[in-house]
């Protein structure tokens, strides 16, 4: 299963293709990534991509249209169970705080709304990831309860 980029004024949204994920499981360089690229969650997809590589799969690799520029990662957790897709995401540390994070999640949250079965898109935080929370918060899901995980309790934020 393949989707199609997902573009927005700054960025490009596109499915992680097996050959990119092989090239960051290989640790290998590649040209169009920025220099802090890959970052510790984009080598745990990419291990998850390339170990199942039959297994559908919702992640994309954020790119900075500008640059061309591989900058973080976003993915819907599938398939969605009893019609809740849950998502995470990452943006590299040298492109943070100038809103692709948001710009990012809102496109993903409109696109998994277009998908069959697909009754709710949320994600969970740890609260204490304060620019995280905003993130969620800019791009305008609501805090609607809290999950137990291993160690904290995460927040879930629905989109509305």
Partial sequence: MSFPDLTTDRLVLRHWSPEEAAAVVADERRPHWAADFPAPGERMIAG??????????????????????????????????????????????????????????????????????????????????????????KAGLRHTGSVPADEVTLHRYVAG
């Fill in 48 to 137: 998850l991509l390339t170990r199942d590589p039959d297994r559908p799969h919702g992640h994309f690799q954020v790119i900075e249209r500008e640059t061309g520029l591989t900058v973080g990662g976003i993915g819907l957790k599938l398939p969605a169970v009893d019609g809740a897709l849950e998502f995470g995401y990452g943006i590299v540390p040298s492109r943070r705080c100038r809103g692709y994070t948001t710009e990012a999640v809102r496109a993903l949250v409109a696109f998994a709304r277009t998908l069959p079965g697909v009754t709710e898109v949320f994600a969970t935080v740890d609260p204490a990831n304060v620019p995280s929370v905003r993130v969620l918060q």
